[in-house]
Every structure is written in C-alpha cells, then in structure tokens.
C-alpha cells in the first residue's frame, strides 16, 4: 500500500460530460503529481502541484484542470470529455523540498471510459 | 531536456531464466534514476533508485541495476524470474532540480512457466 489514495477506481461517462477525479497524498508529502496512462502514448504527465500552488505543467489539455486544497488533498477535473480521453489516471505523491531525490508514491489509479 | 527511451516494448522469458531490461537516458543535467514495476490493475511501485555512489543498485524482489554514466544508461536485471515477476517496468530519470519525472514507454516482462 503506497498510502496514495484514488477515488473513484472506475468512472464510465458519456462524451462531454465532466467528471472530477480525487487524490488524497500519503502522509507528510506535499506535492501531488497527475499522470494519464493510455494504451499508445505511455505515462504522460499532465501537472504538478506543491503545498497548494502548480508547480510545473506537462501535456494537460487546456479541458482538464485540477488544484490542491489546504488540506493536501487533489482534484484533477475533465471536461468536454471525448472518446480519447479514456485512459487510466493516476496521481502520485512525494515529500518534494527542493529536489527530486524523492521517489514519486502512485495511487491506484481511475480508470476512465469515456462512450 | 530529458527523455528515456525503453528499446524492449515485450520481453518473453522462461520462470528461473535470466532478464535485462534496457534503458537509456538523455539529458543535459544530471539526473536521478528509478525503475518502477507496475502489476496488473494497480499503480506503479518503485523498485529502486539510483542517487549516487555505488552505480550497482539493488532494490526489491531481487532486481538490481546498474547506472553506467559514459553509456547513459541504468539496465535492470534479474538473475532468475519468477511468474510473480510478470508485469510492466517503467524507467524514470528526474533532474536533480525541478522535481519532473520522466517515464520511458514501459516493458512488459513476461514470465513462461
């Protein structure tokens, strides 16, 4: 058990719809990672958040957005969605002061399809 | 900029039999390495990393690589698999600064009994 914590596991919607995804950290780390695993394109960062501020962005789709709460936990939100948005999204979690030595902690992950 | 590159989408290999998976990196700073092991509908695990000292690294479930600098690469090995070792293995590097991660495709070791 990494102690990242993914709700919900599976989430079937419809094309443009929205949907929220939910990620409370392990214990003591501040900084929430988002990645979308797909079939064809791999792990593929999306964004970065530390103690409630975004870090650094990847290749997030200006439909999707997401936030860190005070209490450390995060949201990714997906909009407008389409039929390639299917994929599995995980967040991950690491202790991040002020390097990277810390290995990233990964949820479980929600599985999204999108019909 | 950074990136990995895993040469082996799938690896085939008999139970007790030997495996290396292959990564190499690129990158203009220095870097950190990791390899994570991803089972079956679950998230990915870290395996091991490489920081510094020592360039032979062990890590769980008898896995061990080697961070070789001059040929940019960190090949993950296993001396004899085991069924309970089929799943997807992602190499990762991250700059020592700016806290990115970088995932290669990912190899899918498959285990024959």
């Known amino acids: 058990d990494s102690g990242v914590t993914q709700t919900p596991k599976h989430l079937i919607t419809a094309t443009g719809q929205r949907v929220t995804l939910r990620c409370s950290p392990r214990?003591?780390?501040?900084?929430v990672y988002w990645y979308q695993q797909s079939l064809d394109q791999g792990l593929q960062f999306l964004i970065q958040?530390?103690?409630?501020?975004?870090?650094a962005k990847g290749n997030i789709l200006e439909r999707f957005s997401a936030q860190q709460f005070p209490d450390l936990h995060s949201e990714l939100n997906l909009s407008s969605l389409e039929l390639g948005d299917s994929a599995l999204y995980f967040c991950?979690?690491?202790?991040?002061?002020?390097?990277?030595?810390?290995?990233?902690?990964f949820g479980n992950g929600t599985r999204l399809t999108v019909t | 900029a950074q990136s990995v590159t895993q040469l082996d989408s799938q690896v085939p290999v008999f139970e007790e039999a030997p495996v290396e998976l292959r990564c190499n990196y690129s990158s203009s700073v220095s870097v950190y390495l990791f390899w994570y092991v991803q089972y079956p509908n679950q998230g990915l695990q870290l395996l091991l990393k490489y920081l510094s000292g020592s360039t032979l690294v062990k890590g769980i479930n008898g896995f061990e690589a080697e961070f070789n600098k001059s040929q940019t690469s960190f090949h993950l090995r296993k001396p004899s698999v085991h069924i309970s070792d089929t799943a997807e293995y992602f190499c990762?590097?991250?700059?020592?600064?700016?806290?990115?991660?970088?995932f290669g495709t990912g190899t899918s070791l498959t285990v024959i009994p």
């Open positions: 214990s003591g780390d501040l900084s």
């Open positions: 958040y530390y103690n409630g501020e975004e870090r």
């Open positions: 990762a590097v991250a700059p020592y600064t700016g806290n990115q991660f970088y």
């Open positions: 991950a979690s690491s202790v991040d002061r002020s390097s990277s030595n810390s290995p990233l902690h």
